[in-house]
């Protein structure tokens, strides 16, 4: 499916319950990787624990272009301490779980854990 850019980041709340902070996240993954990049495949799902509530996200991320391995090393360097600007949620874990190049340029699997900001 095709989704444009603007739909994804204005998510919306269901019912009684918070927006997905997905669409906003990867749209900054986006920005702080830099063009030539895009995001492959994205997954959430709910996730809770004693004391809070989020949401646990799986994303393959691609970056492509001559300076490919400059701006992987940009955006993985400091990646755990990164600010996300998420309406009612914030990133208390993310990290690559796995990274490779292929014909088509670097790729990356990340793993993310944002919590609702109460």
Request: charged share 20%.
């Amino acid at each position: 499916h095709y989704f444009r850019q603007p739909n994804l980041i204005r998510s919306q709340a269901i019912g009684g319950g918070s927006p997905d902070p997905l669409p906003r996240l990867l749209a900054q993954m986006l920005a702080r990787a830099g063009a030539p990049a895009t995001i492959e495949r994205a997954t959430s799902r709910p996730w809770a624990s004693a004391l809070f509530e989020g949401r646990r996200h799986a994303i393959g991320l691609r970056i492509a272009g001559p300076d490919r391995q400059e701006r992987q090393t940009a955006f993985t360097t400091g990646l755990g301490d990164a600010e996300w600007a998420l309406s009612g949620h914030f990133v208390a874990d993310i990290c690559v779980d796995e990274a490779g190049e292929d014909a088509e340029g670097l790729w990356l699997q990340l793993s993310a854990l944002t919590i609702r900001d109460w």
